[in-house]
T-cell receptor
């Protein structure tokens, strides 16, 4: 299957700092990528849809100024958590697809963010 | 949008036992996937199965799209099968997958 690589896998940062998470599709081009967040013992919740060359679409309740998404190329989307606070500590995971419709989605390894 | 419900929420099995996990979805779907989330959080793709039946080793899955459900079968379970199994689906176009709440499986020796 297709490979989606996410980096870093784990990060600890101080409260008030910003953290950037990268999501790369290694062997295919992805015009659209998706960012999810997962709290302990819960399911994955969609945060935003990242569109190459245009603004991201955020789900209700997700602050676009806090979670900055950039999809500058067909193989890379980044999520920046700005002015992180302890409540932002979570598992963040990205997803990409081979084509625009009706195809299997693949996920990165996830990033475990801890804000202290 | 699509709603996905999984059952049971928790399941404990003796090693060697078989099990069936169920996923119900609220509308017609173009995509239905099953995942296993390992202890490190990574989602492992098990099946891409918007309809029909597929098998991969001890695992198999069936989706009956007209009745809006999918089943994941695990046979001869092993302790390494433990973890959370998620079902996810999407309605149409390049929309994101919507996840169920998962089934937490524990296989004990």
């Amino acid at each position: 299957g297709a490979v989606v690589s996410q980096h870093p896998s784990r990060v600890i940062c101080k409260s008030g700092t910003s953290v950037k998470i990268e999501c790369r599709s290694l062997d295919f081009q992805a015009t659209t990528m998706f960012w999810y967040r997962q709290f302990p013992k819960q399911s994955l919740m969609l945060m935003a849809t990242s569109n190459e060359g245009s603004k991201a679409t955020y789900e209700q309740g997700v602050e676009k100024d806090k979670f900055l998404i950039n999809h500058a190329s067909l193989t890379l989307s980044t999520l920046t958590v700005t002015s992180a606070h302890p409540e932002d500590s979570s598992f963040y995971i990205c997803s990409a697809r081979l084509a625009t419709m009706n195809t299997e989605a693949f996920f990165g390894q996830g990033t475990r963010l801890t804000v202290v | 949008g699509i709603q996905v419900e999984q059952s049971p929420p928790d399941l404990i099995l003796q090693e060697g036992a078989n099990s069936t996990l169920r996923c119900n979805f609220s509308d017609s779907v173009n995509n239905l996937q099953w995942f296993h989330q390992n202890p490190w959080g990574q989602l492992i793709n098990l099946f891409y199965i918007p309809s029909g039946t597929k098998q991969n080793g001890r695992l198999s899955a069936t989706t009956v799209a007209t009745e809006r459900y999918s089943l994941l079968y695990i046979s001869s379970s092993q302790t390494t099968d433990s973890g959370v199994y998620f079902c996810a689906s999407e309605g149409s176009g390049n929309t994101p997958l919507v996840f169920g709440k998962g089934t937490r499986l524990s296989v004990i020796a």
